[in-house]
């Protein structure tokens, strides 16, 4: 937390300075009041000057006005430099995690990654503005308190040394019982969240095998749960609360009483006792209000670590110093992918993800990837726009090292499909249009009709304008596979990746589109992952990869002759006859 | 104090509802506690409040002891400085005594005293010290004040022990209150039917049933624990202040509608801002959320730059208006607290000029500032129940909805029960519509004998569940009968009837259990040798065992820790130990690895046999082998026939076949 809180709040320090001073004359202030009501009852009432009453009334006046423009003022400050420190640190942990690599992105995991940039930061924000204020102010009127009290009158402030650890130390019992109650509760909740979750999306199942008893045994166990440790935390309160206000009460009557000894011995002026009375309670309060809010600083200080994290992770993969020259190639030469004796494994890893991967890949040409799940085909072709790096190999595009390209031209060069379509939320020409901004509608279409996607396009109420939700979810699955599809080839790319893009189609849409694509993609080099095998037996050549190395190499023909693997999938899937 | 864990924002663009619901409970954001609501009104508020106070009905004995308790805590805490205030005036009494003492020596009577004031012209002082207890020559009466003290102390503490009481009971009637709510809103999903869950949004019914109850619970938390309290210190606070001084009163009661209008309005302004901070936070969260898992392709694409532009320019707009939120909010505080010290400092110079003209005693001013101080809060924190309680009976009505919805229609007294199953199933004149005007199923005349297949099939969104639908009544059929062994399924009770059936489904539903509970599934106080024979016959014996802690292995909800296949096979486990009769089947599409996708086929197959089986058919030798096969497309059945025969026809079917499995297409006529 310190690292975090430091470097993105000490260019507000200005501010800062000023948000303790004002809290620091609001204490003045607040404790000022009582000493101006003991000097109207000392000086003022037993005397009998009804003026001097009068006058000090109007200090009392002004004072309080002061106080309550220091308070706006302070408030005005603290929350913009408060909430200024939440929109820069969530800025740089965007910025940060933008420049990640795929890599990066694993070791925190996506869902966590947001968690990190939103509720994380909020939690911060949050803990600042309170720390801004209330946990500055708190300290400082607790202090200045006791001092008050001291001049008023010593002895009697010994009162406090008996009343305040007292406090403290139910406070801190209390807290200490709450911090488990709490997280207990919390997992209750989750619990009973969980169950619930179930039953709606297994509510077929549940129906299918009559299980509803079971299941309603399931959430009334978690209901009873949830319920009685909800029962104690409440009961916590309902202890809690009466008791501190009995503890605040017995101190008054208390002092009350012992006062009157210090009065009666003429030690202390009359009006000081009521003034005594009122710093004690400030004190009290004040003390109160740290002791509950710093139960809030550990989970502050957890999600400022979990975003410090984030912030201190340097990018394993950065733009070379000096890229290498493009190399002047016509366009019908671009593209040429050329895997060298590649390695590659997770960072910690063990074994090998992929090893001694060895292969051309050619303009103008497929080339299909196959295996079984866990054989690496997905990491291989990740490997080709960096998302991670070869750990030892290389590959080679154009005959150029990929890591001394700068990304930027690197991902120039590459039209991807992934495995899961992920849509952005926007209009259907506007996520044709996410690699090529200027593409016109012509080219849009152009790719829509490679992609099998023209009709159900032109058969949208808006065609092109039509609304996308988030992810894309408001089309179909085959749609938004499309539609990805199309949103690579309007980038016009040298190599095009299609990560097991095709499986959401139906066999007639696919080949479709592989007719259409070897139609009008002549020069590019097409990567094709697939599980089906009907959609790469046609390939030009076909890479079979079994546990991270390549076990055949050819065309459908060759491999069914030569291959174990290769035969093993396909008779999986087709009938010898149609295999053949 | 609401421990919310780190569960919050991933959902929120994809289920706009419960983002609001997260919202609503003002998750991560920082408000004063309780003041400030989120401006979501509920349709009929009146209605719906009712009904939510009228699930505290089977509380009300209870809740008129709490209000009981409630009272004599609140009559004792607001009584006590009263009492006080008689042993501030005896030791004030005191001082002046002492003082006096030297000024005129021991010896003088109050009266002299009053005389003397009177005639060295101080009129006032003579007034006030002829209003007090003196006791010239003596100092402070101890005694009496030890035995104020003691009254008091007393008094104190029989306050807390109230208040601990009533706190006690009222954590109570909250938690089973909210229990109650829980459990009869789980009762109900139970009875709803299918319809209800196929027609809204998971993530909706879902809010509904979390975060609006959650809502609800932490409302009723906050205001019941509060509200009788506060406004009981409102009234007693008021009464005594009456009693002490009519005039110094008024003058509060003037401050009265002023701070709770002030309160109320900044409330109402600040609620604006928040509103707009959480629909500006959702828009920066849903970015942050889309960027972050369309990662790779906004790199691939080029598209950086512009993502953190975006990203800009919401941050910047979220600043803005959380900035403004959290100012607006944060001077409430401060504003109430002027007001609270404008009152007090009238009652400073009133109280003291009362006082010093002897209208008043020293003890009940100091009484009056500690009830002028004790005011505040509890008009804080009914001027806020308003905006509160909005946010909540929105919930309630929401939750309430719910459980309104149509029921299905109850169960037969006397439910049919079919002892020995031989399999058969008729299909009578059986016709159903989801949407009262487009009929999908006519007349549908079908005879399945004892273990024969039925095949669906037909294009993705051809409705080839409603058949399972029906069959299961999961919903009703709108005319003729489905019979099983020639009695009528709607006879039976839909449990009965379910108990008949196997089902795997390719939505895959584990629930958070261990592998071996959620293959017991199929069949209650199933025993480890049947569970075992079940996962052999399934295939899922040899890759249970390969598990870290086998059968007792945790399913996570989104289980990572088996794959799609290996769950296929789980709830095909659980089908064998079910053991029915009948089976309905859902082919899966989805990429399977080719190992598991044989283990799949093998395990199926065998499942099928000598049972009589509705195949939602994806695969060519399903479709081949299977005795009947019903085409389905756009909801209705539009063909229906043998593999053969429908071939023959060149109809739906043919098109269909030929699309689908181009590269197997082989003329059969």
Redesign the interface.
């Known amino acids: 937390m310190k690292t975090l809180l430091s470097k993105y709040l000490l260019p507000f320090w200005r501010s800062i300075a000023v948000i303790v001073v004002l809290l620091l004359v609001q204490a003045v202030a607040n404790l000022y ?1 009582p000493t ?2 003991a000097k ?2 000392n000086n ?7 003026g001097y ?2 006058t ?2 109007g200090y ?2 002004l004072v ?2 002061l ?2 423009a220091c ?2 003022m302070s ?2 400050i ?3 430099t ?3 420190f ?2 820069n640190v ?2 740089s942990l ?2 940060k ?2 420049s ?1 690599s ?1 890599a990066e ?1 694993n070791k925190f995991g ?6 990190r ?3 994380d930061v ?2 911060v ?2 803990m600042l ?2 720390g801004l ?1 209330l946990l500055i102010f708190a300290p400082m009127m607790a202090i200045g308190g006791i001092i008050m009290a001291l001049r008023q009158d010593r002895p009697l402030s010994i009162s406090l040394a008996v009343i305040l650890p007292i406090m403290v130390a139910f406070l801190v019992v209390v807290i200490r019982m ?1 911090i488990p109650l ?2 207990n ?2 997992k209750k ?2 619990r ?3 169950v ?10 549940i ?6 008893k ?3 045994r399931r ?2 166990e978690a ?2 749960d ?2 009685k440790i ?2 104690n935390v ?2 916590l ?3 809690m ?3 501190l ?2 503890i605040l ?2 101190a ?3 002092i ?2 012992f ?3 210090r ?2 011995s ?1 030690n202390m ?2 009006g000081s ?2 003034a005594f009375i009122s710093y004690v309670m400030q004190i009290l309060f004040s003390v109160l209000m740290a002791t509950m809010l710093s ?1 809030f600083i550990p ?1 502050a200080a957890a999600s400022a670590t979990r975003i410090q994290e984030v912030l201190d992770v340097v990018p394993g993969i950065a733009d070379p110093d000096e890229p290498a020259p493009t190399p002047d190639l016509t366009d019908a030469l671009r593209g040429l992918v050329e895997f060298k004796d590649v390695e590659f494994r997770y960072p910690g890893a063990e074994d090998a993800v992929l090893s001694r991967i060895s292969f051309k890949a050619l303009p103008g040409q497929t080339t299909a990837i196959v295996g ?3 054989s690496g085909k997905s990491t291989l072709i ?1 490997l080709i ?1 960096r ?1 991670y790096d070869v750990t030892s190999g290389s590959i080679e595009i154009d005959g150029r090292d990929i890591r001394m390209m700068n ?2 031209e690197l ?2 060069h ?1 039209g ?1 499909v ?1 495995q899961k379509a ?1 849509l ?2 926007g209009t259907v020409a506007s996520n044709l249009r ?2 090529k901004e200027d593409a016109t509608e012509e080219e849009l279409w152009h790719a829509l009709d490679i992609a099998q996607g023209i009709e159900f396009v032109q058969a949208m109420p808006d065609g092109l304008d039509e609304p996308i ?3 894309g ?1 408001s089309v ?1 699955g ?1 749609q938004r596979q499309r539609l990805a599809i199309a ?1 690579a080839l309007v ?1 016009n790319a040298d190599v095009y990746i299609f990560d ?1 893009s095709l ?1 959401a189609l ?3 849409t696919d ?1 479709l589109l592989r007719a259409a694509l070897k139609r009008e993609v002549r020069d590019s080099t097409i990567i094709v992952v697939a ?1 089906r095998v ?1 959609s790469i037996m046609h390939a030009d050549q076909i890479i079979v990869l079994d546990e991270g190395t390549i076990v055949g190499l050819g065309t459908h023909q060759d491999l069914l002759q030569t291959c174990e693997t290769y035969q ?2 396909v008779y ?4 010898a006859e ?1 295999a053949a | ?1 609401s ?8 959902q929120s ?2 289920a706009p509802a419960s983002q609001a619901a997260a919202a609503r409970r003002g998750q ?3 408000g004063p506690p309780g003041l400030v609501g989120t401006g979501e009104k509920a349709k009929n508020f009146k209605g719906s409040f009712r009904r939510l106070l009228g699930q505290l009905r089977p509380e009300r004995k209870v809740l008129v002891v709490v209000v009981l308790l409630a009272a004599v ?1 609140v009559s004792c ?1 607001v009584g ?1 400085p009263k009492v ?1 205030a008689k ?2 005036d ?3 009494g ?3 005594s ?2 006096i003492n030297h000024y005129a020596g021991d010896v003088w009577t109050k009266d002299q005293v009053v005389q003397q004031l009177e005639a060295d012209g ?1 009129h ?2 003579a007034q ?1 010290v002829a209003s007090l207890d003196l006791r010239p020559g003596k ?2 009466d ?1 005694g009496y ?2 035995r104020i ?1 003691i009254i ?2 007393a008094i ?2 029989l ?3 109230f ?2 009481l ?3 009971l ?3 009637i ?3 209150t ?2 109650r709510l ?2 009869d809103v ?2 109900k ?2 009875r709803l039917p ?1 319809a209800f ?1 196929d027609g809204r949004a ?1 993530g909706d ?2 809010s509904r ?2 975060n609006d109850i ?1 809502n609800i ?1 932490q409302t009723m ?1 906050q205001v019941l ?1 509060q509200i009788i309290s506060s406004f009981l210190t409102i009234i007693g606070v008021l009464g005594l202040m009456f009693w002490i001084s009519p005039l110094l009163a008024v003058i509060s009661l003037v401050v009265l509608p002023v701070s709770a209008g002030l309160a109320m309005l900044i409330a109402k302004r600040s609620q604006k801002q928040f509103a707009l901070q959480w629909e500006r ?1 959702g828009d ?3 970015h ?17 730059n512009e ?2 532009a975006v ?2 320019d919401q ?2 707009e ?2 803005d208006a ?2 403004r939120a ?2 607006i909010s ?2 409430i ?3 109430m ?2 007001v609270s ?2 009152n ?2 009238a009652v ?2 009133l109280g ?2 009362r ?3 002897g209208t008043m005693s ?1 003890g009940d001013v ?1 009484a009056f ?1 500690q009830y002028v101080q004790q005011f505040g809060q509890p008009i804080t924190q009914v001027a806020s129940v308003a905006n509160v309680l909005q946010s909540a009976v929105a919930s309630a009505e929401r939750v309430f909805e719910m459980l309104d919805e149509a029921e299905e229609s109850p169960d037969p007294v006397k439910s049919a029960v079919l002892r020995e199953v031989a399999g058969r199933i008729t299909f009578e004149n059986v016709s159903f519509r989801y949407v009262p005007d487009t009929p999908l199923i006519d007349n549908l005349n079908l005879d399945v004998l004892p273990g024969q297949t039925v095949a669906i099939v037909g ?3 051809a409705g080839k569940t409603t058949l399972v639908n029906l069959l ?1 009544r ?1 919903y009703e059929i709108d005319g003729g009968t489905i019979a099983i062994d020639g009695v009528d399924t709607r006879s039976m009770a ?3 009837l ?2 008949l ?1 196997g ?1 795997v ?1 390719q939505d895959a ?1 584990l ?2 259990g261990t592998i071996r509970d959620n293959i017991a ?2 069949r ?1 106080g199933a025993t480890q040798e049947q569970i075992q024979a079940a996962a052999e016959a399934a295939h899922v014996h040899h890759f249970a065992r390969t598990l870290p802690e086998g059968y007792d292995t945790k399913m996570e ?1 989104d289980s990572t820790n088996i ?1 799609q ?1 290996e769950r296929q096979l789980l709830t095909i486990a ?1 089908a064998f130990l ?1 053991d029915p009769q009948i089976l ?1 089947l859902d082919e899966a599409t989805s ?8 283990l799949i086929q093998r395990a199926m197959a065998r499942l099928l046999k000598g049972r009589t089986s509705f195949v939602i058919a994806h695969r ?1 030798s399903t479709i081949r082998d299977a005795d009947v096969i019903l085409v389905m497309n756009q909801g209705a059945i539009v063909e229906q026939g043998t593999h053969q025969e429908l071939l023959c026809n060149r109809g739906f079917y043919y098109d269909l076949y030929n ?6 297409a082989i003329d059969v006529c």
């Open positions: 009041l101006l009501n109207i009852i003022g009432i037993i005397p009998g000057d009804t009453i009068g000090t009334g009392m006046l309080a006005v106080q309550t308070a706006i408030t005005y603290a929350a913009r408060a909430m200024s939440g929109r969530r800025g965007f910025r995690v933008e990640f795929q992105v996506t869902p966590s990654l947001i968690t940039g939103t509720n909020q939690q924000q949050m503005v309170l204020s709450a709490f997280k509760m919390q909740v989750d009973i969240n969980q619930m979750r179930e039953t709606l999306t297994g509510v077929r199942v129906r299918a095998f009559a299980r509803d079971y299941e309603e959430f009334e209901n009873q949830l319920t909800g029962l409440m009961r309160f309902a202890v609360f009466p008791t206000f009995g009460n017995l008054v009557v208390g009350m009483f006062g009157a000894y009065i009666d003429e002026e009359f006792l009521t139960a989970r079984s799940t866990g990740s726009p998302l990304r930027a991902w120039q590459i991807f992934p992920f952005f939320s996410y690699g939700a988030q992810g979810t179909s085959g949103r980038k097991d499986s139906d066999f007639k080949s599980q009907s093993e999938i999986s899937q087709l009938s149609e | 104090m421990a919310k864990g780190e569960r919050t924002s991933r663009k994809r991560g954001h920082f805590a805490q006590a006080l042993a501030t005896a030791i004030f005191g001082a002046i002492r003082q101080q006032d002082r006030m100092g402070v101890f004040v030890g003290v008091v102390t104190y503490l306050s807390s022990l208040a601990w009533q706190g006690f009222m954590a109570g909250v938690q089973r909210v229990y829980r459990r789980d009762a999903v139970a299918l869950f998971r019914i879902l049933l979390t959650d619970q938390q624990t936070t920066l969260n849903g942050v959320e889309e960027m972050f898992t369309g990662h790779n392709i906004v790199k691939i694409f080029g598209r950086q993502a953190i990203f800009d941050n910047a979220l600043f959380s900035f959290q100012f944060g001077i505080m401060p504003v607290m002027f010290n404008l007090y400092v400073c110079v003291g000029l006082v010093a003209s020293i100091t500032i294009p993705t969104g299961m999961f839909r449990s009965e379910r108990h059936f089902m489904l539903w629930f958070s599934y199929g209650e909800e794959s296949g659980r079910a309905i990429s399977v690895d080719t190992r598991t996708e044989v060519l699309s689908q499995f181009a590269e197997a």
